[in-house]
């Protein structure tokens, strides 16, 4: 059963559009929800992450919006860049035992 | 510092056969988690070890197994392979006694059955 939705599986973007890539979860004991970025051959990197305290997180051109009640939460990245192509993973964990969604793949085109 | 290191990068075994994977993690980081990575199913979670224990378990069957050692370093062994063994492995350092924190992931170890 997979605890953490991703979707799409698969994303086109132009460059300087906005990519957004969304996620939900059920178990409402999670309390930390990152966001991982994947590129070919290389283990996932964090790219951003949230608490369930806040509703949204800005680190430069990437922002995690989170709903609670909804337990969704979503990744948008703005300005997207051809070197944002990657795969992008969602997690939520309780702990130190991360649960991913099934991961994004993305594609800026120039 | 030194990220997490993971060896070796690429092993091709037949089935039936045993394998042993590698992970040195971050130095100071004592919890080493391992995760399987297939396409269509992301990272599935194998197993967390904590200053030699096993703290958490994934549901994957007993023919998954790991251990820790006291430097921190994690081996993770399957036995009995089979062809859906196949994927990439990756271990993943935390800091010691934090929780939700940054998971370090290693560069992964390529796992291909025959």
């Known amino acids: 059963q997979q605890q953490v939705k991703q979707s799409p599986q698969s994303l086109i973007v132009q460059k300087g559009g906005i990519s957004i890539i969304n996620c939900a979860y059920e178990n409402t004991a999670f309390d930390y929800f990152p966001w991982y970025q994947q590129f070919p051959g290389k283990g996932p990197a964090l790219l951003i992450a949230?608490?369930?305290?806040?509703s949204e997180k800005k680190e430069g051109r990437f922002t995690i919006s989170f709903n609670k009640s909804a337990k969704q939460f979503s990744l948008h990245i703005m300005d997207s860049q051809p070197g944002d192509s990657a795969t992008y993973f969602c997690?939520?964990?309780?702990?130190?035992?991360?649960?991913f969604g099934t991961g994004t793949s993305l594609t800026v085109i120039p | 510092k030194a990220g997490v290191t993971q060896t070796p990068r690429y092993l091709i075994k037949t089935r039936g056969q045993q394998v042993t994977l590698s992970c040195s993690p971050i130095?100071?980081?004592?919890?080493v988690s391992w995760y399987q990575q297939t396409p269509g199913q992301g990272l599935q979670f194998l197993f967390e070890?904590?200053?030699?224990?096993?703290?958490n378990k994934g549901n994957f069957p007993g023919r998954f197994s790991g251990r820790q050692f006291s430097n921190s370093r994690s081996e993770m062994n399957v036995s009995t392979l089979e062809l859906g063994d196949s994927a990439l492995y990756l271990c993943a350092s935390l800091r010691d006694g934090q929780r939700n924190t940054e998971a370090f992931f290693g560069q992964g170890t390529r796992l291909t059955v025959v």
């Open positions: 949230i608490r369930p305290d806040v």
């Open positions: 070890y904590f200053s030699e224990t096993q703290r």
């Open positions: 130095s100071g980081h004592r919890s």
């Open positions: 997690a939520a964990s309780t702990g130190n035992q991360f649960y």
